[in-house]
């Protein structure tokens, strides 16, 4: 463990020198940051496409509808989980 300490620093050192090697040329760096870019989109796009729409859920959360029974159940069995688990640690 006391190596894997001494060795960590000079691996970073490593990998900063050789990126900045690579950026130092004008070709190179411009291939690094269109990566980047490119990288950056796809993720904000991929990220885009899978957040649930906000405006629903924050429109149910502020008025839960009583008739929902789906909803009313999981709240029930949410709410009786703590005391079904300090009735079994307490009287058992």
């Known amino acids: 463990m006391a190596e894997a300490k001494r060795v960590g620093p000079y691996v970073w050192l490593g990998?900063?020198?050789?990126?900045a090697s690579l950026l130092l040329s004008k070709s190179r760096r411009d291939k690094a940051v269109s990566f980047y870019?490119?990288?950056k989109d796809k993720a904000v796009s991929l990220w885009s496409?899978?957040?649930p729409?906000?405006?629903d859920v924050l429109?149910?959360?502020g008025h839960p509808d009583p008739y929902d029974t789906g909803d009313n159940k999981?709240?029930?069995?949410?709410?009786?989980y703590s005391v079904n688990y300090y009735n079994e640690k307490v009287h058992h």
Do not use: N
């Not at 990998?15 to 990126?19: D, E, N, R």
């Not at 999981?74 to 009786?80: L, S």
């Open 15 to 19: 990998v900063g020198i050789a990126g």
């Open 37 to 39: 870019r490119d990288i």
């Open 49 to 51: 496409r899978q957040q």
């Open 53 to 55: 729409p906000v405006p």
């Open 59 to 61: 429109q149910k959360s």
């Open 74 to 80: 999981m709240v029930d069995e949410g709410a009786m």
